[in-house]
């Protein structure tokens, strides 16, 4: 298992490298809530479904655009980039609606300007690193360094590598995949968090004699539980991803692909790098004072 869990650690390396020269080189593909754009509001005397106007406007509509509803279907909001204007939006509206009888009445139209789609991006990345440096206080309190670093590692591994798969196939990124983000975060620092745990106990234990054969013992005493997690929390995923479409198709993504990096790096990068920091068999050794010398507590008579 050992030999699995270093090419695992080697893939995982990999995989980042990858994310990062997609980040670089493409960037992500930034939503409407982050470029920007115009948003319509209007109502429907029948229930509408997404579907279906989704389907009537995009041979009207060239550029990006997304539809969102209430759950009676009556209430809508259509967003489109930043390229287009009020008056131009409301014309295609009432086009569309007059040419496939659809029973709508337009409402109120909003311009939402690139400056606070850049207030967002700025914000939702100081509520990443914030979330971050939390964590990475948390895991450097609780862990031996070399657990603790692994655990930071495994956490921006997780991150990066989704972020890179947004990126490498350009889906849209929105504040759904946003706050898909700050759930990894957290579910790949409790998965790392078990692993390590565990092998602080181990360590603690002093029952075994080689490093390699305690870090898989800890691996295989964790790993029914993170399967069961994980295909739990996927099979939940997948049911949001089928039943809420667009409107949170992209969150559902971002959690899908977090889960399954997050489960890898919990076993082969939070398990395997301390290892390869050079952890040591005595890490929790608790150091004895040596009192023929001096060195240790002062004992006091009376």
């Given at each position: 298992m050992t030999r699995f869990r270093q090419i695992g650690l080697v893939l995982a390396a990999v995989a980042l490298f990858f994310s990062l020269i997609a980040l670089t080189s493409k960037g992500l593909n930034y939503g409407i809530e982050f470029t920007g754009g115009v948003v319509t509001e209007f109502t429907a005397s029948v229930p509408l479904t997404q579907?279906?106007?989704?389907?009537?406007?995009?041979?009207?509509?060239?550029?990006?655009?997304?539809?969102?509803?209430?759950?009676?279907?009556?209430?809508?909001s259509i967003r489109q980039s930043d390229?287009?204007?009020?008056?131009?939006?409301?014309?295609?509206?009432?086009?569309?609606?007059?040419?496939?009888?659809?029973?709508?009445?337009?409402?109120?139209?909003?311009?939402?300007?690139?400056?606070?789609?850049?207030?967002?991006?700025?914000?939702?990345?100081?509520?990443?690193?914030?979330?971050?440096?939390?964590?990475?206080?948390?895991?450097?309190?609780?862990?031996?360094?070399?657990?603790?670093?692994?655990?930071?590692?495994?956490?921006?591994?997780?991150?990066?590598?989704?972020?890179?798969?947004?990126?490498?196939?350009?889906v849209?990124?929105?504040?759904?995949?946003l706050a898909g983000l700050l759930a990894i975060m957290g579910y790949s620092l409790n998965d790392s968090i078990i692993v390590g745990d565990r092998i602080r106990e181990l360590l603690i234990s002093k029952k075994h004699n080689q490093l390699n054969s305690l870090v898989n013992l800890a691996v295989k005493s964790t790993f029914r539980r993170t399967l069961i997690t994980s295909g739990t929390t996927l099979a939940t995923i997948i049911a949001i991803g089928l039943m809420a479409g667009d409107v949170l198709g992209s969150f559902a993504l971002s959690l899908g692909i977090g889960v399954v990096v997050g489960t890898f790096s919990s076993i082969f990068v939070a398990a395997t790098l301390p290892v390869v920091l050079g952890l040591g068999l005595d890490a929790y050794d608790i150091p004895d004072f040596d009192t023929t010398h001096g060195d240790g507590p002062e004992r006091v008579t009376e």
């Open positions: 579907n279906h106007l989704l389907s009537v406007f995009e041979p009207y509509i060239q550029e990006e655009f997304r539809i969102n509803g209430s759950q009676d279907g009556m209430s809508w390229n287009s204007s009020i008056a131009a939006q409301r014309e295609v509206i009432q086009k569309v609606a007059e040419e496939n009888s659809l029973p709508i009445q337009l409402q109120e139209s909003v311009f939402i300007g690139s400056q606070i789609g850049e207030e967002l991006i700025e914000k939702g990345g100081l509520a990443l690193l914030f979330s971050a440096l939390c964590m990475m206080a948390y895991v450097t309190f609780r862990f031996e360094w070399r657990l603790a670093s692994s655990a930071i590692f495994a956490l921006l591994h997780d991150v990066f590598v989704v972020l890179g798969c947004f990126a490498w196939f350009q849209r990124f929105d504040l759904s995949v």
